[in-house]
């Protein structure tokens, strides 16, 4: 068992930053990938970003590459997903997802935070 808990959602205006951070617990969390999903209102899901557990290999859909950057402490078990330069099309529910590989269905999800980027 892997739970997530995430922080760092809120209100921001476009062209800020925001940095979300999922801290895992469990046995073996360490020995998951983790992925941000986003999804917004009206809107499929989409996959943001995924970063290997070992922190090496990392993922960016299109849509934030450039902007968002997602990095790994192993030593806190916490992954962060930092997002500079908003847009209003950022406004989302955020989710950490833990999986067994970038090609897996996650596993374990956290509560996923709102982040709203005003115009």
């Known amino acids: 068992q892997v739970l997530l808990v995430e922080s760092g959602g809120g209100l921001v205006q476009a062209g800020g930053s925001l940095r979300l951070s999922c801290a895992a617990s469990?046995?073996?969390?360490?020995?998951?990938?983790v992925r941000w999903v986003r999804q917004a209102p009206g809107k499929d899901r989409e996959n943001v970003a995924d970063i290997s557990w070992s922190g090496a290999d990392t993922y960016y859909a299109d849509s934030v590459k450039g902007r968002f950057t997602i990095s790994r402490d192993s030593a806190k078990n916490t992954v962060y997903l930092q997002m500079n330069s908003l847009k209003p099309e950022d406004t989302a529910v955020y989710y950490c997802a833990a999986a067994r590989s970038f090609a897996s269905v996650p596993d374990y999800w956290g509560q996923g935070p709102q982040v709203t980027v005003s115009s």
């Open positions: 469990g046995r073996s969390a360490s020995m998951y990938a």
